[in-house]
């Protein structure tokens, strides 16, 4: 073989080393958007990967720094900076936070680094590695601890966090068994100072992998599982844990329950988790709102617009969710995150006028969806505590049976919106529940109160997630009725949207636990809110009221008070579900949990029920194993065999060089397997001396010159080239028989 071909084979090996490695450090990055608060993985894959493609084609230092440098600033102005990247104003927006946080060090305060100079510190890490694993698995060809490691890393996250590693555990063992066969390959290649061929790695160690994987995967999914016999360590780590509650984000794994901004993709179960996230100390227990959204995708929900943040003067909040017409009650309140919450928006209750802190906070508004976030968010959080002053509302229901048109078309544009794939059942459903109903409350009233009254369930473990081309609501109307309060209220929202009633979906916390031990002056309880009242709920527009909440959630109640006007006096029609106390609403919550804890011990017993009769598949299954290990033990035992009528259909002649040597190496591999090994020391002229003497031929030895003379004097004469077929297949065939 030419020597810029030898040279290339042996790049193709290290190139898939290196790309094996890469997938594997996959593995470390999927997690974290599960495990932690890091969101756009995808962004610090892309950077991985290009760190390792520079690595690998081998830029000069000068050459390979200023590129990863620019990549790693564009990734940080995607994800943090407001400013047009390279302009003034964006310089000193990465000034600034480089000062900040070099502030921090010298103090030291570590926990309170930025999410930018957190997100570069991390890109910096992946700089480093990549650099790390291109020496240690091209240069120095060291693979196994990495592969160790990584399943390390995976078992301890599957074990003791949300995260779900069947499928990277699976991934993980093809990558490494596909990454150690190269790498052993190399190092028997460079042990006995062989080039490397591709035909003869393939057959002698990527082959048997390749049978083998697919056999033991299916026996080890057929196989039966028994039940842990520890209990799951995960509920009490989350519960106990500072951030446990602020994961962000829907999907078919276990999340924790909280507080998270992304909401594209809804469903799926998560664990209760009551760390404390704020203390609120008002005279009444209510919802606290933080945000609006607007756009249903079918999967979840997004904001159709970017966020336009409006400063704030003197904490005077210009948000106006209900017109001056609609009854009011003055009140205050105050609001003090804990030291874990990590929380940069305010909590408000309905009807907030001012929010005034104890240390100087300049605050920003964002109309549309009533976000109010401090500035400077990522360098300035929710710290201490604050005032707030409001005007509570109380709606009449005369009011709002009265008000059903003339919606504003900045209104109508936005709030209306279906996605085309929305499936025909979910309007006729809504047109079936709100058939004998003339007005907007009453329609709202009626779909508010269906879920309770159609045999909903609230649950939150075993929460089904819509498959590809499924769409959320129809699958939790039509076809499970069973999740927590995303699921109802995303479907109380869209149904009333087919109704052409603008809806909107919003999020915040119920009003949490009164704290019975701590004594107030006046009317001021106090009330402890934690993860676990995270919430979702539903915002109705009227004419000339504005936004009206109302709440689907089946165990849940309505905060706002709803009241009906005869004859000039106000009778309150609240019912008794719309006006009960905090104990009793907290008694409510509590319901849908006593059962399903009454449902899991049911499924647990009818779980060992079905466990006792996995006796028969068991004996089958291991039937099956006997007769598959038999057949790969008896297709190893007779491999010389079967390869050598497979080599001598396959070189039915010597094309080329390389069709010759492999059919040479391959003659010496079977004449070693019969017995007649080669001493270390031994020259193969001398081993051909050794072969024929034991063989009575002298055909190893013509062989053998031919195959010298073609190697090292590169003749190839077509005469030669045929007489070594012949001498080949004719020991074959003898060896054969």
């Known amino acids: 073989m030419p020597k810029h071909q030898q040279i290339t084979q042996s790049k193709v090996f290290s190139v898939l080393l290196y790309v094996g490695g890469f997938l594997l450090l996959l593995e470390w990055l999927y997690p974290l958007g599960d495990i932690s608060d890091t969101g756009n993985v995808i962004a610090f894959v892309l950077f991985a990967g290009f ?15 200023p590129l990863k440098t620019i990549a790693a600033v564009v990734i940080l102005d995607g994800l943090f900076l407001q400013a047009t990247i390279t302009t003034s104003a964006w310089f000193q927006e990465f000034y600034l936070q480089l000062q900040y946080n070099i502030q921090l060090i010298q103090q030291p305060v570590f926990t309170a680094f930025t999410p930018f100079f957190r997100t570069m510190l991390f890109l910096v890490l992946l700089w ?60 028997q290649m460079k042990r006995e100072s062989i080039r490397p061929v ?22 080890g999914f057929a196989a039966p599982k028994f039940e842990p016999k520890w209990p799951d360590p995960v509920p009490f780590l989350t519960s106990t844990a500072n951030y446990a509650g602020f994961g962000e984000g829907g999907s078919d794994v276990t999340k924790k329950v909280g507080y998270g901004e992304d909401d594209s993709q809804l469903g799926g179960s998560f664990i209760q988790d009551n760390t404390t996230v704020f203390i609120a100390e ?56 804990t030291s ?38 990522d360098l300035q959080q929710m710290n201490g505590n604050y005032q707030i002053q409001y005007d509570y509302p109380s709606f009449s229901i005369t009011q709002l049976k009265e008000n059903n048109h003339n919606d504003p078309t900045e209104i109508t544009d936005r709030y209306l919106q279906l996605p085309n794939s929305l499936p025909d059942r979910v309007i006729e459903l809504a047109e079936n529940i709100t058939a004998e109903d003339n007005n907007r409350y009453d329609k709202t009233k009626s779909i508010e109160r269906y879920f309770g009254a159609s045999g909903f369930e609230y649950k939150t473990e075993d929460v089904a997630v819509p498959g590809r081309g499924q769409d959320y609501v129809d699958q939790f109307l039509f076809e499970t009725q069973v999740g927590y309060c995303d699921n109802f209220s995303t479907s109380m929202v869209v149904m009333l949207r087919a109704l052409d009633i603008p809806t909107r979906w919003v999020k915040g916390f119920t009003g949490g636990q009164l704290d019975d031990s701590v004594v107030q002056p006046g009317e001021i309880k106090t009330y402890e809110v934690t993860n676990g009242n995270a919430h979702s709920w539903v915002e109705v527009y009227f004419p000339e009221v504005g936004w009206v909440p109302f709440e689907p959630t089946v165990g849940f109640s309505n905060s706002v008070n709803f009241y009906q006007e005869t004859s000039g006096e106000q009778t309150d029609t609240s019912t008794e579900e719309e006006t009960m106390n905090g104990e009793e609403q907290q008694q409510e919550e509590q319901q849908p949990e006593e059962q399903e804890k009454q449902e899991e011990a049911e499924q647990n017993a009818s779980s060992a029920q079905e466990n006792s009769e996995f006796i028969m598949p068991l ?10 290990v038999g057949a790969a033990v008896t297709l190893y035992l007779t491999r010389y065999k079967w390869m050598t009528k497979w080599m001598l259909h396959r070189y039915d002649n010597f094309a080329s060089m390389q069709d010759f040597e492999r059919g040479y190496h391959y003659l010496l591999g079977k004449l070693q397997h019969d017995g007649m090994k080669k001493a270390s020391s031994q020259t193969l002229r001398e081993y051909a001396t050794t072969v024929d003497k034991q063989l009575g031929t002298n055909q190893m030895t013509q062989l053998t010159e031919i195959y010298e003379q073609i190697l090292y004097r590169k003749e190839t004469a077509p005469v030669q080239v045929t007489e070594a077929h012949r001498l080949w297949k004719d020991m074959l065939n003898k060896r054969l028989s």
Not at 51 to 64: D, M, P, V
Not at 364 to 369: C, H, I, M, V, Y
Not at 620 to 628: A, D, E, F, N, S
């Open 51 to 65: 760190c390792f493609l520079l690595s690998l084609i081998k830029l000069t230092r000068w050459i390979a720094i």
């Open 128 to 187: 480093l590695i990549s650099y790390l694993l291109y020496y240690w698995l091209v240069v120095i060809n060291r693979v196994f601890l990495f592969v160790l490691f990584t399943f390390i890393y995976i078992t301890i996250l599957d074990t003791f966090t949300t995260y779900q590693a069947n499928g990277a555990i699976i991934r993980a063992l093809v990558i490494s068994l596909f990454v150690l066969a190269v790498s052993s390959y190399l190092n």
């Open 198 to 219: 591709f035909g003869k790695w393939f057959v002698s160690s990527l082959l048997p992998v390749l049978l083998l994987l697919p056999i033991l995967t299916a026996v």
């Open 282 to 337: 008002s005279p009444r227990q209510h919802y606290w709102r933080i945000e609006s959204k607007d756009e249903y995708t079918g999967k979840g929900w997004e904001r159709s617009t970017e966020l336009d943040y409006q400063p704030q003067a003197n904490g005077e909040i210009d948000l106006n969710l209900f017109t001056s017409e609609v009854e009011t009650n003055e009140l205050e309140a105050t609001i003090s995150y």
């Open 340 to 377: 874990g919450a990590n929380f940069t928006r305010a909590v408000y209750p309905y009807g907030t006028r001012t929010i005034t802190s104890s240390d100087p906070v300049d605050y920003l508004l964002d109309q549309e969806t009533g976000i109010i976030e401090t500035e400077h968010a």
């Open 619 to 628: 004996w089958l299954i291991l039937g099956m194993l006997v007769v598959l």
